[in-house]
């Protein structure tokens, strides 16, 4: 044999050898693409996969058995999986709290600016802590505190605090009026959007309470209003996209914010760009990831022609949810960016 023929067999059996692992990047993005979609097709959270090769992991917490089974058997569906690692903890049933003794009645009630909150806190502990929050989100002089203290009403409830911050940049004129485990929402809201992230937050941050809505939309009556009410309106049933677990926008992520821009661009008022996300990681990492989300946002509208001076971003985490958390549904809800146009002073 030749040494021209030795050496060509040579090579042939090298690229056999190498031709897989050269295409591995590949294959494994093609699996982790369609297991993710199958997942999310199917109402589940594709945040639980991870590939090598042809091979699947799953991670993270399910309600139930059922749902741990259900998404092993919809990645081992998935044509060119070879193996399934279902490591799904089923997250424990946990104990229903005793319901904190609540006063007669407790109001948050938000008029334009101003916050006014009334009823009875178990302590003068809990009345200044509560002010103090309200004060820091509100502004000195915008919060109007007429509570009493009630030493015989029992826990305060944690959610409260958060109750006020629910409230905050929503436009319209509203009251939380809590009663027993009755919490009755009134007054008029911009737009269907902010009526359901209004009536979600309160579901969310008040569970095993009943909701009563008796919230009315109304017409916007300024120029700034009539902006938040087109900003409302693109985004209702609609998302920012971020790729899973990054500050990327993906190509339906940049054409909701060219149909924003576009609205904005000759619109008055800064914009006030909140990032939201859900509970599934830690508080500190959340809180980061929602900020470079917002940031990611400003920067794609700037980059597109927009006045950098009309931006301002926050990050809020997972401090603000609109659905609960327990489920895939609510945690893609959570996971939001949220845009407020802001009034001149």
């Not at 008040?206 to 009539?226: Q, S």
Request: with cysteine; proline share 3%.
């Amino acid at each position: 044999m030749s040494r021209i023929v030795f050496l060509g067999l040579i090579a042939l059996v090298l690229l056999c050898v190498l031709c897989p692992y050269c295409r591995a990047p590949a294959i494994q993005q093609d699996i982790w693409t369609r297991t993710s979609s199958d997942l999310m097709a199917a109402g589940f959270d594709d945040s639980v996969v991870s590939v090598s090769g042809r091979d699947v992991t799953l991670t993270g917490t399910v309600p139930s058995e059922e749902v741990r089974d259900r998404i092993g058997d919809l990645a081992a569906s998935v044509w060119g999986v070879r193996t399934v690692d279902n490591q799904l903890q089923v997250l424990a049933a946990q104990p229903v709290a005793a319901a904190a003794a609540m006063p007669d009645q407790l109001e948050l009630i938000k008029l334009g600016r101003v916050l006014t909150m009334r009823g009875s806190v178990p302590s003068e502990e809990a009345r200044i802590e509560l002010v103090d929050r309200a004060v820091a989100l509100w502004g000195e002089g915008n919060v109007v505190d007429e509570l009493t203290v009630d030493s015989g009403i029992g826990p305060w409830p944690d959610w409260l605090g958060r109750l006020t911050d629910a409230l905050h940049m929503r436009r319209g004129d509203l009251a939380f009026m809590l009663s027993g485990r009755t919490a009755q929402v009134e007054g008029t809201v911009l737009s269907e959007l902010t009526e359901e992230r209004i009536l979600g937050a309160a579901a969310a941050l008040m569970p095993g309470f009943d909701i009563v809505d008796r919230i009315e939309v109304r017409e916007p009556l300024d120029d700034f209003e009539r902006l938040q009410l087109a900003l409302d309106g693109m985004l209702r049933g609609k998302v920012v996209e971020f790729a899973s677990d990054s500050a990327e926008l993906t190509a339906n992520g940049r054409a909701v914010l060219d149909a924003v821009a576009t609205a904005a661009e000759a619109a008055p008022g800064e914009i006030l760009i909140g990032g939201h996300t859900d509970n599934q990681a830690s508080q500190e990492y959340n809180l980061d990831l929602s900020l470079r989300r917002a940031e990611a946002v400003r920067d794609y509208l700037i980059a597109n022609g927009m006045n950098a001076e009309r931006f301002v971003t926050i990050g809020y985490g997972e401090t603000r949810p609109i659905a609960t958390n327990e489920t895939a549904e609510g945690r893609q809800r959570n996971r939001r960016t949220e845009f407020h146009v802001l009034e001149e002073n």
